[in-house]
C-alpha cells in the first residue's frame, strides 16, 4: 500500500473514532493492519513474502469496495452540514455510527490473514512485539498520565484544540471556552483505558504462547473483532458518558462557527472525499511489504 493511502485510511479513523467509544480499539488494533505488523516487529524475508501473497487480495478488496464508501460518507457530511445553521449531537452521531461500521468491516476482512500471519511469528519475534508493546505503553502513559492534573487537562485541551483547528481553522475565544468546559466534564477514563489495552496486549501475548495449538486462529480471531468485551462495566460507562460530550461540543463547535470557518471545514472535508475518489481502484501499484523495504 502506498505510503499516502495507508496514511489517509488511518487518518480517516481518526478522524470518525477518535475521542469516541472505539478509541480503544483503535488505538489497539492499528499495529494488526498487516502494512503495519512491521512496525512492532522485525519480518524476515518468508514473512514478507506470506505478507504480500494475502496482502494483495485485501488492498485490491479495499481500493474497490472501501474508498468509494468513505468518499460517499464525506460527500454526505459535507451535503448535510451545507444544508443546515445548526446541528444537533444525534445527526453527528449517525455519520460516526456509519464510519464504526467501516471500521469493523475493515477488521473482519483483515482478521483472518492476520491470524495467518501471527501464527508464523518465532519465540524471538513474540518476545519483540510484547517489548514493543511495554516501549509504546511507556510512552502513552508519559503523553497522557505523567504530569499534575492541570497539566494534564492543558494538554488533553490542547489536542482537541489541535484537532479542531484542522478543521475550522482558529477558534475563536468562546470555541476555546467551550473545549474547555468539555475538558473539565470528561470521566477520568484514561487510567482504565491504558490499564485495558495492557490487559488486551497480554492477552494477545498469551494467545500467541499457542499459536501452534489448534484452535488459534479463532481464538486470536475473538480478540482482535471483539476487544470491548474485554471492558469493565464502569470502563464502559465512561466511554458511552465521554462519547456523547465528544459528540456534543462537535455540534456545538459548528453552531458557533462563523462563515469563514464553515467554509474552511467545508472546503476540508471536499478535499478529503477528494483524495479518497483519485485513489480508489488508480492503476498505482500498491507498495506491499517487501517493496516497503521490510
Excluded at 482558529?170 to 475538558?183: E, K
Aim: one cysteine or more; a neutral charge; hydrophobic letters at 45%.
Amino acid at each position: 500500500m502506498s505510503v499516502r493511502l495507508r496514511l489517509l485510511v488511518l487518518s480517516f479513523c481518526v478522524l470518525l473514532l477518535g475521542g469516541c467509544g472505539l478509541r480503544f480499539a483503535y488505538s489497539q488494533l492499528d499495529w494488526l493492519l498487516p502494512w503495519y505488523l512491521g512496525d512492532y516487529v522485525s519480518l524476515d524475508q518468508t514473512q514478507k513474502r506470506l505478507l504480500d501473497a494475502r496482502l494483495g487480495e485485501r488492498l485490491a478488496w479495499h481500493c474497490g469496495s472501501q474508498l468509494t464508501a468513505y468518499s460517499g460518507l464525506l460527500r454526505d457530511v459535507e451535503r448535510d452540514l451545507r444544508s443546515t445553521e445548526v446541528v444537533a449531537a444525534p445527526m453527528l452521531d449517525t455519520y460516526l455510527q456509519r464510519g464504526e461500521a467501516f471500521w469493523r468491516v475493515l477488521m473482519k476482512e483483515i482478521t483472518p490473514d492476520a491470524g495467518v500471519l501471527l501464527a508464523a511469528l518465532s519465540d524471538a519475534q513474540v518476545k519483540e512485539l510484547g517489548e514493543a508493546f511495554a516501549r509504546r505503553n511507556d510512552e502513552t502513559r508519559e503523553e497522557f498520565l505523567e504530569g499534575t492534573p492541570e497539566a494534564l487537562r492543558a494538554r488533553q485541551i490542547e489536542r482537541m484544540e489541535k484537532r479542531l483547528r484542522t478543521w475550522f481553522g482558529p477558534l475563536s475565544a468562546a470555541q476555546r471556552s467551550r473545549v474547555a468546559a468539555w475538558s473539565a466534564g470528561l470521566a477520568p477514563a484514561t487510567e482504565a483505558w491504558l490499564q485495558h489495552r495492557v490487559r488486551w496486549q497480554g492477552a494477545l501475548i498469551d494467545v500467541l504462547a499457542q499459536r501452534q495449538q489448534p484452535g488459534f486462529e479463532s481464538r486470536v480471531g475473538a480478540l482482535l473483532l471483539e476487544p470491548e468485551s474485554m471492558w469493565a462495566a464502569a470502563y464502559r460507562a465512561d466511554v458511552a458518558r465521554n462519547r456523547k460530550l465528544t459528540l456534543d461540543l462537535l455540534a456545538e463547535t459548528f453552531n458557533m462557527a462563523s462563515p469563514a470557518q464553515r467554509t474552511h471545514l467545508f472546503n476540508e472535508i471536499a478535499g478529503w472525499a477528494a483524495q479518497f475518489e483519485q485513489l480508489a481502484c488508480t492503476d498505482t501499484p500498491l507498495r506491499t511489504a517487501s517493496g516497503a523495504g521490510r
